[in-house]
């Protein structure tokens, strides 16, 4: 599935430009929701990113009995 946090992001309906507009003004006008979403997101990306996730994906791969090996799966 899609891994997404509300509190980290700015959610809005495809296409919807002015209620993207709302989310950044009130990011705009609130100092301590803008910090609060910006240390979210940082601690984010230490997690939700290309290589942590190959591991965890190779990881599972190996726990199913299969061999990979220099990022191919025999």
Same mark, same amino acid.
């Given at each position: !599935?899609?891994?997404?946090?509300?509190?980290?992001?700015?959610?809005?309906?495809? !296409?919807? /430009?002015?209620? +993207?507009?709302?989310?950044?003004?009130?990011?705009?006008?609130?100092?301590?929701? #803008?910090?609060?979403?910006? /240390?979210?997101?940082?601690? +984010?990306?230490?997690? +939700?990113?290309?290589?942590?996730? =190959?591991?965890?994906?190779?990881?599972?791969? #190996?726990?199913? !009995?299969?061999?990979?090996?220099? !990022? =191919? /799966?025999?």
């Amino acid at each position: !599935g899609v891994q997404y946090v509300p509190q980290a992001a700015i959610l809005f309906p495809a !296409g919807d /430009v002015d209620a +993207l507009a709302d989310g950044i003004r009130t990011l705009l006008a609130d100092d301590k929701a #803008r910090r609060s979403r910006g /240390v979210r997101l940082a601690a +984010l990306t230490r997690v +939700l990113n290309w290589d942590v996730q =190959a591991q965890r994906f190779l990881t599972h791969l #190996r726990d199913a !009995g299969l061999s990979v090996a220099e !990022g =191919a /799966v025999e």
